[in-house]
């Protein structure tokens, strides 16, 4: 009986620790356990963590269409081979794994796609007026990339090409990935404004990564996620490296976190769901200082909708 006595009295002390101990990266599930998730506002300027809502790719709900180019530049050029390789084994599997995913959660959208090339348009020679950066920090210096390539498809500008595929998909929700047949660092050009325009968002991908790996079947979807809200959940910048362990604790097989040649081997958060328009709801585990490392961000954070002081 002593021994038993004593055992529940560890087994108290134990509880009591966990239900006293706070949201960090060493103790994080105790809390989430301690949240009901409530309803989800987002506020307006929320920087270095997504873009929900705005741009013209908003939620990946509803009628969406992506429309896939692959463009010759001055470094680079495709074959017919090339082509097909990347449409049916990089492109087609990360769209049927957007699909099913969303399937499995009862979403509602309707995900359609399709191509533009020179082996499908052989009148037209889909030539890029110049080269196009093979990583993020090359494009920051060349931001007419979609004015470029609407040329490139015959359209005296993007926006006439943009208004052409949203009346002929049917959806106001029109995705572009540009692929160049070359080594690069896949990267998405998303709406960070606010301003109330659609602006244009749209993913630059490459048939191999920089380290020459040709099928990162993965990397297509983190971009395309990237378009309609979704945030990277590792640290590239070296500013928050408390909310980069708790990524890896609570989200560690999160498509926004890590990539695979298979996707099927990754998942897609309760995070990345609230953040592409899937939930409702913002996830509580992320609701604490670990998180929420800045003044800025804990200003303009979303709240509960119960909460009046969120402006």
């Not at 101990?21 to 356990?33: A, F, L, R, V």
């Not at 492109?91 to 009862?106: C, M």
């Not at 191509?115 to 993020?136: E, F, R, W």
């Not at 560690?252 to 709801?281: F, H, Q, V």
Request: with cysteine.
């Amino acid at each position: 009986m002593a021994v038993l006595k004593k055992f529940f009295c560890v087994l108290l002390i134990f509880a009591l620790i966990f239900s006293f101990s706070g949201c960090n990266s060493n103790d994080t599930y105790s809390k989430i356990e301690n949240f009901t998730p409530h309803e989800f506002v987002y506020s307006s300027g929320v920087t270095a963590y997504g873009y929900y809502d705005i741009g013209s790719c908003r939620k990946l709900v509803g009628s969406v269409y992506t429309l896939v180019v692959f463009l010759d530049d001055y470094e680079s050029s495709w074959s017919d081979s090339a082509r097909s390789d990347f449409y049916n084994n990089r492109f087609e599997p990360s769209a049927s794994y957007i699909i099913n995913e969303a399937e499995r959660r009862n979403i509602n959208l309707e995900f359609n796609y399709g191509q533009y090339s020179t082996k499908k348009d052989s009148d037209k020679h889909l030539v890029y007026d110049g080269i196009v950066a093979n990583s993020p920090n090359g494009a920051i210096n060349n931001l007419d990339i979609m004015s470029k390539t609407a040329k490139a498809l015959g359209f005296t500008n993007k926006d006439v090409m943009h208004g052409f595929l949203q009346n002929y998909a049917g959806t106001s929700q029109v995705a572009y990935i540009l692929v160049l047949n070359k080594a690069g660092r896949a990267y998405a050009v998303s709406d960070t404004t606010y301003d109330g325009v659609d602006s244009m968002e749209f993913v630059v991908a490459f048939s191999a990564s920089e380290g020459g790996n040709k099928w990162v079947g993965s990397s297509v979807i983190h971009e395309l996620l990237h378009l309609f809200g979704a945030a990277d959940l590792y640290d590239t910048t070296g500013q928050y490296p408390d909310r980069e362990k708790l990524c890896k604790k609570l989200y560690p097989n999160d498509i926004m976190r890590k990539s695979a040649t298979n996707p099927e081997t990754l998942s897609i958060g309760r995070l990345t769901e609230c953040l592409i328009g899937w939930s409702d709801y913002f996830p509580p585990e992320c609701d604490c200082p670990e998180w929420w490392n800045s003044a800025f961000e804990e200003e303009h954070r979303p709240h509960s909708s119960s909460d009046t002081s969120s402006g």
